[in-house]
């Protein structure tokens, strides 16, 4: 079955913290990933994705993520966190041969950046 | 920059009732979802549009939905007589190409059920 895990529910760090958040996926192909954030009140947004190529793919806001295939994994990075970075991320994966394109999202991690 | 727009942003219904959620996509995009969050859960995938017609739908999907494209720009969920299950929060995303290129996702309808 298609199915994305989330490693972290609630992650809690002070200002210039390092981040990384854990995604691991089941897919029965070839995948693009996602990061998506959702800052409060607001909808979600992408932060970056993985189609193919590089597998250390940067995005917006100085996070980046890395494409590990043999583990299955596409876990999210930042060096140092900001407030501003408190928001719920949520990984997601879509197949690429004979698919309409839809998501499958893990549960998402609440990050909480303390000032 | 354009963006996907929902309406309403909340909607508080009678079990029973038939509610219909509204989506604007962005007007050059082909391809269009619908979400849905339970409180505390994760983002689920109900259906894909495209071509006028459902491209695929999850078990989730039962014949209480139903989608529409009625006028080339707006996108709609209806659901014919909502349960309290149906209390989440619905997503509208659109995506413009072929393939697993990036869905652009509206701000979300909370819908009550009581």
Not at chain 2, 11 to 30: A, Y
């Given at each position: 079955?298609?199915?994305?895990?989330?490693?972290?529910?609630?992650?809690?760090?002070?200002?210039?913290?390092?981040?990384?958040?854990?995604?691991?996926?089941?897919?029965?192909?070839?995948?693009?990933?996602?990061?998506?954030?959702?800052?409060?009140?607001?909808?979600?947004?992408?932060?970056?994705?993985?189609?193919?190529?590089?597998?250390l793919v940067k995005g917006i806001k100085g996070?980046?993520?890395?494409?590990?295939?043999?583990?299955?994994?596409?876990?999210?990075?930042?060096?140092?966190?900001?407030?501003?970075?408190?928001?719920?991320?949520?990984?997601?994966?879509?197949?690429?041969?004979?698919?309409?394109?839809?998501?499958?999202?893990?549960?998402?991690?609440?990050?909480?950046?303390?000032? | 920059?354009?963006?996907?727009?929902?309406?309403?942003?909340?909607?508080?219904?009678?079990?029973?009732?038939?509610?219909?959620?509204?989506?604007?996509?962005?007007?050059?995009?082909?391809?269009?979802?619908?979400?849905?969050?339970?409180?505390?859960?994760?983002?689920?995938?109900?259906?894909?549009?495209?071509?006028?017609?459902?491209?695929?739908?999850?078990?989730?999907?039962?014949?209480?939905?139903?989608?529409?494209?009625?006028?080339?720009?707006?996108?709609?969920?209806?659901?014919?007589?909502?349960?309290?299950?149906?209390?989440?929060?619905?997503?509208?995303?659109?995506?413009?190409?072929?393939?697993?290129?990036?869905?652009?996702?509206?701000?979300?309808?909370?819908?009550?059920?009581?």
């Amino acid at each position: 079955a298609q199915s994305v895990s989330q490693h972290n529910h609630h992650v809690i760090l002070s200002e210039a913290a390092s981040l990384e958040l854990g995604c691991n996926y089941s897919y029965g192909g070839t995948v693009n990933l996602f990061w998506y954030v959702q800052y409060p009140g607001q909808h979600l947004q992408l932060l970056l994705k993985y189609f193919s190529g590089d597998p250390l793919v940067k995005g917006i806001k100085g996070f980046e993520a890395e494409f590990i295939k043999s583990k299955f994994s596409f876990n999210l990075r930042k060096p140092s966190v900001q407030w501003s970075d408190t928001a719920e991320y949520f990984c997601a994966v879509n197949g690429i041969s004979g698919n309409t394109g839809k998501l499958i999202f893990g549960q998402g991690t609440t990050l909480q950046v303390k000032p | 920059e354009p963006e996907v727009t929902q309406t309403p942003s909340h909607q508080v219904t009678q079990m029973g009732q038939e509610v219909i959620l509204r989506c604007v996509p962005i007007s050059n995009h082909l391809y269009f979802y619908w979400y849905r969050q339970i409180l505390g859960q994760k983002v689920e995938f109900l259906v894909s549009f495209y071509n006028n017609e459902i491209s695929e739908k999850s078990e989730i999907f039962d014949d209480q939905f139903s989608v529409e494209r009625p006028d080339g720009s707006n996108f709609t969920l209806k659901i014919r007589s909502t349960k309290l299950e149906d209390s989440a929060m619905y997503f509208c995303a659109s995506r413009a190409d072929r393939g697993g290129g990036e869905q652009f996702f509206g701000p979300g309808t909370r819908l009550t059920v009581l």
